[in-house]
């Protein structure tokens, strides 16, 4: 009779082992996922965000000497990321354009950089009008003299233009009824349209054409 007591204490202390030994290992498990895959190091993600996505600031956990007086160990230092305003590009002034073009002639159509006639010309594929003059009409000309006038200021232009960089300054208003481009053209600070003005191949303009034939 003892020995069936001591066969039974003993099948249940057993029993007690096998489930302090099955709670200790979840108990331990869970630590060890707790703790990114080992007690004592870091979290398997620490450096990243939600979906591995890198934080605006990281915490520099590198030991650091302790504070001998009071035994504690100084709080760690977090590194920020730069701010937006650090990391900002600085501005870049702007350059003038048409240096490294080379204008032609286009006087119908249209085209890239070319000249259509001495108020008219097309840069990059955009048309633009010469908005401080008004040069004799090309296409067509009303009379012997404006198509005479109107074929030097085509050329006088297009010399301009292939002179050197220019300008565009844009006028009082954005495009005119035709859908040009309104700017004042300009090198150094001088208007190639006052060139042409001074040289008798354009009229300052004065708000509408004015005839070439009277």
Not at 35 to 60: R, T
Not at 69 to 85: C, F, I, L, R, T
Request: glycine share 14%; net charge positive; aromatic share 4%.
């Amino acid at each position: 009779m003892a020995r069936r007591r001591r066969t039974r204490a003993r099948r249940r202390a057993g029993v007690r082992d096998l489930l302090m030994m099955t709670v200790g290992g979840v108990l331990l498990g869970l630590g060890y996922v707790h703790f990114g895959g080992g007690f004592g190091g870091q979290p398997a993600d620490s450096g990243a965000g939600a979906g591995g996505a890198p934080v605006a600031a990281v915490v520099d956990v590198a030991p650091a000497p302790t504070d001998r007086g009071s035994g504690h160990m100084p709080a760690p230092k977090a590194v920020a990321s730069p701010s937006a305003s650090t990391a900002r590009a600085k501005p870049v002034a702007a350059r003038p354009v048409g240096g490294a073009r080379r204008f032609g002639f286009c006087h119908t159509g249209g085209g890239v950089n070319c000249v259509v006639d001495g108020d008219t010309f097309w840069m990059d594929g955009e048309k633009i009008r010469v908005a401080d003059i008004d040069a004799p009409e090309t296409h067509p000309s009303r009379c012997p003299r404006e198509a005479e006038l109107g074929a030097r200021a085509t050329r006088r232009l297009h010399a301009l233009l292939n002179a050197g960089p220019v300008s565009l300054d844009a006028a009082d208003r954005e495009t005119d009824r035709y859908g040009r481009k309104l700017r004042i053209v300009s090198r150094d600070g001088e208007s190639l349209g006052s060139v042409l003005v001074a040289e008798g191949l354009a009229r300052e303009w004065e708000g509408a054409r004015r005839s070439w034939c009277g």
